[in-house]
């Protein structure tokens, strides 16, 4: 496949991710918003935080590592040992949900069984839900592979939409059934998503548009463990890289989910603010996740395919490298843009996001300095994401190894910070924390692009330096809209709050504007892509 071509379909791949992560999180929210008014907080806390931590643990362990394998390089490989090695993430699944269950269930402070009822239930459901999951594993390799967006985007979406409906029906109907709403619910999503991609592959496999595009399998037996005659189980070559990654991919999940850890583990917490810790981080990631996570997975495949991993930029084919600097320039530029909005914008308007949105529980407490925070976080966030994604896809065996020890460092700091942090400034430490881990993670990969890029006349970290009107524009906006707040929000009606809202929409309005004329080239390629 051309590289033109894989750029194509790897930006429709993320901007219909983009519009799935816009589906799922706005359901999500609306979810949390009427169920706010049903459930306690710390059921939420015990199902957002505890349970929700198990499943992503769990699923996390057992297969990021195989997934960053088995996607790096070409389509055109053996894929028989690819499948064969993809399944391995079931019994790894098995190993970890039967490990962590005993953990959550023995050795963490087991919630009032008056007010969160059925835990053990809840323990057993969320650790089953990702077993079935992996099962699915191979189906989904495949179809990123081979980017088929339209999949990808229906079976998530079906699977989240269902998910949601179930749960707001037992909700009405059953509120006492407690965490036996939320195991049926999530059991139920996972089957769905399974389902969608088992029954696509049914179907595709072995029909004239496989035939046309020249699918490397055949028929559904072959997504099945394979044994090859005269030859090795599994490829070694991908089998010692995901060995690799497996040993980062246990410290990036302590870094990912590292307040969580901390939470359920450390008990600084209780389970109600919990609870409104987790709705305020939701609400903080609304925008971030549902653009960067899609940008973050879908160009890693763009990068891994189009460059080679490992070799350096004199070896490779240099009308690929000018591709990849140019995609990798606009997209640090593109994320830096839309993080300095949110961080703009979200400072003065965090208060009155969360009164319109869950009221004075929110509101009245330190969740505006918690959104306030996190929208500082999604800068980080939207920048650490791209660098990671062209790093990781083009580091070596070696250098993936030594980035381990790198992030052994870093998971053993971030959670020392994290707890200091916390008793020292509430739930607000653990976003601190999370700047600070952010901005470490982007110096190594900075420096890794630095290094990779300096043998060629290509410069593609200008990205992160926008043009200095624009910047002016961005501060002044910020000082209207935080001089607006407090003039007119949020306890002096609504007609003070809509005149709040106007000042920023006409900020944002001339911030747009700025952006169309200092920025010509992102713009090009984002109409262009």
Known sequence: ???????????????????????????????????????????????????????STVVFLAREAFRRACLSGSTKRNWTKTI????????????????????????????????????????????????IELLGEPFWVLAQAHLFVRLKVIAESLSVVSKCILTVILVVLYPQWGLYIFSLAQLFYVSVLVMCYVIYFVMFLGSPEATKKSFPVARMKALLPNLVEDETFVNWKEAWLTWSFFKQSFL?????????????????????????????????????????????ESFYVFFAKVLERGKNVKDQKQDDVAMAANVLEL???????????????????????????????????????????????VLFLAINGVTECFTFALM???????????????????????YF????????????????????????????????????????????????????????????????EVVFCCDKGWMARLIHISMGALCFAATIVTMFCTETKLIHFVRSQ
């Open 1 to 55: 496949m051309a590289s033109q071509d894989v750029l194509s379909q790897t930006t429709r791949l993320a901007s219909s991710s983009a519009l799935l992560q816009v589906l799922f999180r706005v359901v999500t929210f609306g979810l949390n918003a009427f169920t706010l008014r049903y459930l306690s907080r710390e059921l939420i806390g015990v199902v957002n935080v505890r349970l929700t931590l198990l499943y």
């Open 84 to 131: 064969n090695l993809l399944w391995l993430t079931l019994p790894l699944g098995v190993f970890w949900s039967i490990f962590l269950g005993l953990v959550w269930l023995h050795l963490l402070e087991v919630p009032d069984p008056s007010v969160v009822p059925h835990y053990q239930a809840g323990v057993v459901a969320f650790g089953l839900s990702a077993i």
């Open 252 to 296: 990036k999940q302590i870094l990912t989910e590292g307040e969580r850890y901390v939470m359920t583990f450390l008990n600084v917490l209780n389970f109600g603010d919990q609870g409104v810790y987790d709705i305020v981080n939701n609400l903080g990631s609304l925008v971030a996740r549902f653009i960067f996570l899609p940008i973050e």
């Open 331 to 377: 997209l640090l530029k593109l994320v830096l843009l839309i993080g300095l909005t949110i961080t703009v914008f979200g400072y003065a308007y965090s208060q009155l996001a969360l009164d319109i949105y869950g009221g004075s529980m929110l509101s009245a407490g330190t969740g505006p300095d918690l959104l306030r925070c996190y929208s500082l976080y």
């Open 396 to 418: 070596c065996k070696e250098e993936v190894d030594r980035y381990n020890f790198v992030m052994l460092a870093l998971s053993f700091t971030f959670l020392c910070i994290s």
């Open 421 to 484: 942090l916390t008793h020292w400034h509430g739930s607000i430490g653990f976003i601190l924390a999370n700047c600070f881990n952010m901005g470490i993670r982007i110096a190594h990969s900075i420096h890794y692009i630095y290094d990779y890029f300096k043998g060629s006349t290509y410069r593609p970290l200008t990205g992160l330096l926008p043009s200095p009107f624009l910047v002016l524009v961005y501060i002044i906006s910020g000082v209207i809209t935080g001089f607006s």
